[in-house]
């Protein structure tokens, strides 16, 4: 099921890729003389092949953001179901080792800032 929803979920993406480049490119077509000089071609480009991207991205990380939830939730019961209330002590320590990660992760991203100063001056 999952390799099926995949193939959608990329058939789409390129859909959505593809009218909306369409788009931008039949605007390019119409802007008058005044506005091909207000807005360069660079911004033009930049149009297409970024913001065109980061929209159809989008589309292409919807079904994560639908399924994975799902998935989770299903999975949580079926281990229920086998190991009993253990499930429970598990989520636990994975909710108790949230915040010690971000923790962990602030220090390394302070370590690393104070690092680029030294690699770049070498």
């Known amino acids: 099921m999952?390799?099926?929803?995949?193939f959608y979920t990329v058939l789409a993406y390129m859909d959505v890729?593809?009218?909306?480049?369409?788009?931008?490119?039949?605007?390019?077509?119409?802007?008058?003389?005044a506005a091909k000089i207000k807005y360069s071609a660079g911004e033009a480009v930049n149009l297409v092949f970024t913001d065109v991207e980061r929209i159809s991205?989008?589309?292409y990380n919807l079904l994560d953001f639908v399924y994975s939830?799902?998935?989770i939730i299903v999975c949580l019961v079926a281990l229920f179901f086998v190991i009993g209330i253990n499930v429970f002590y598990g989520i636990?320590?994975?909710v108790a080792?949230?915040?010690?990660?971000?923790v962990l992760v602030k220090l390394a991203n302070d370590f690393?800032?104070?690092?680029?100063?030294?690699?770049?001056d070498l």
């Not at 890729?17 to 003389?33: A, D, E, F, G, P």
């Not at 080792?97 to 971000?102: D, G, M, Y």
């Not at 690393?112 to 770049?120: A, D, K, N, S, T």
């Open 2 to 6: 999952m390799a099926r929803s995949d």
């Open 17 to 33: 890729q593809t009218i909306l480049t369409n788009i931008v490119y039949q605007k390019m077509l119409k802007l008058s003389s």
């Open 57 to 59: 991205s989008f589309w």
């Open 69 to 71: 939830p799902i998935m």
């Open 92 to 94: 636990a320590v994975i």
């Open 97 to 102: 080792f949230v915040p010690i990660n971000a």
């Open 112 to 120: 690393e800032v104070c690092l680029l100063p030294i690699i770049f």
